[in-house]
Structure formats: C-alpha cells, structure tokens
C-alpha cells in the first residue's frame, strides 16, 4: 500500500515564475492536507480539502497560494509569483476521516521549494 | 487554540543512554490526541507515538514512551537506548480529537553521539 506520494522533491525557481507542487493522497484517503515548514520551525497548516472542496484555507495566504483536490488525480498547491520567503519545505497529509480516532494523518516526503 | 511549546532547541546524549524530550501544550478542547514525529536530515515526518487525552496508560512503542501528565499539560517523549540512527529533529504535535488542524511545537533536534 503506497503511501503520501509528493513531487517534485525538490524545485528550484526563480522570483515571479510559479510553482505546482503535487501531493497524491494514501489508497482509500479523501481528506487532504497542507503544511508549510520555515527554516528551523514546525510545520503550520495552510489548507485542507476534501475531493473538489476545500474545507479550511485559513492558514493560507490570501494572495498567490490556491490549492485544489479535483476529483480525478493529484492535490495541486500553486504558488503564483514567488517570492524569496516562499522558500520552505511543503508537507502534503492525508487522512480516511477528518478528525476522531480515525482521522490519524499520514505525510508524504515534502516538496523543498528553493526561490533563486 | 492550540499550543505547543518545546523549549530544548539542542541536545547531546550518549549512544544507548536515554533521553527525555520536553513538550508542554495548552488548549481548550476536552479531548485531543498528542503526536510525536521525528524529522532525520533527509526531510521526511515520521510518526512516532500517539497519546488520546483520556488514555489511561502512558503510550509506548518500542523504544519510544509518552510521559503523559495532563494536570501540567505536558506530554514528553522518552528514548530509551538511544541509537545513532535516532539524531534527527523531533517534532511534538496536537489537535482536537474532532479537529483536524495540528499544531506542532519547534522541535528539538538530538544528536546522539558514539
């Protein structure tokens, strides 16, 4: 049973370009989730989705970043414009349930997004 | 609201000795879960122990215990028998038992020397 699968691993761009970063939940999970992690800090949440819904975007930043789940394929993160503090490591999650003894999340690798 | 505090950003501990990593947290929920993930260079979360606020028995996998005291509102990682392989960052974790945001505190990165 493969797990959270993320790619790339690691992306590189430059100032203003854009960057997908894409998160594919675990066999039998709807629920996904994003995390953001700093240099030398703990992951923040940004945003959880259900299939074609995003349930909680408040830790997300209102401008640049959207995120989507549609009902076939991969959870997309997009960051439009980046700038030099989007650099951080993006944890994607999942989940069979939302919360509850059952809502356990499960991580993928990270995507490292370094902005030159 | 939840909070996680860590305060030991760094510590040493010998190989096959143990070590106690600090997690105090605060929230209003009645009930919630408490998670342990370590983090190694490579990146990737790894989870580690999971407490609920009504387990009556302190968590154990392995090597891995929970020091669960709920009227401090501390939740500490126990590594016993520490192991090379165990440097990394380790990262404490909550969220509401019907939520689903974590909250994860700073980490704490051991080393474990030879």
């Known amino acids: 049973n493969a797990g959270v699968m993320q790619n790339p691993r690691h992306l590189v761009r430059r100032r203003g370009q854009e960057a997908r970063l894409r998160c594919s939940p675990m066999k039998g999970h709807s629920h996904v989730y994003w995390y953001r992690q700093l240099p030398e800090e703990g992951l923040k949440f940004m945003v959880y989705l259900q299939k074609e819904n995003i349930i909680d975007e408040s830790g997300m930043p209102k401008e640049r970043f959207s995120a989507e789940f549609p009902k076939e394929g991969p959870s997309i993160l997009r960051i439009q414009q980046v700038v030099r503090g989007d650099s951080a490591a993006y944890f994607c999650?999942?989940?069979?349930?939302?919360?509850?003894?059952?809502?356990?999340?499960?991580f993928g690798p990270g995507t490292r997004l370094t902005v030159t | 609201a939840q909070k996680i505090t860590q305060t030991q950003p760094g510590m040493f501990v010998q190989e096959k000795e143990a070590v106690t990593l600090d997690c105090t947290y605060d929230t209003s929920d009645q009930s919630y879960g408490l998670f342990w993930y370590k983090q190694p260079s490579s990146g990737e979360m790894i989870f580690l122990i999971y407490q609920g606020s009504y387990d009556e028995q302190n968590a154990t996998e392995g090597r891995y215990s929970l020091n669960f005291q709920k009227a401090r509102k501390s939740a500490n990682l126990v590594i016993s028998a520490s192991q090379l392989g165990d440097s990394a960052m380790y990262f404490c974790a909550m969220r509401g038992l019907n939520d689903y945001k974590l909250s994860f505190g700073a980490g704490t990165t051991v080393t474990v020397r030879a």
């Open positions: 999650a999942s989940s069979r349930d939302s919360g509850g003894k059952t809502g356990e999340q499960y």
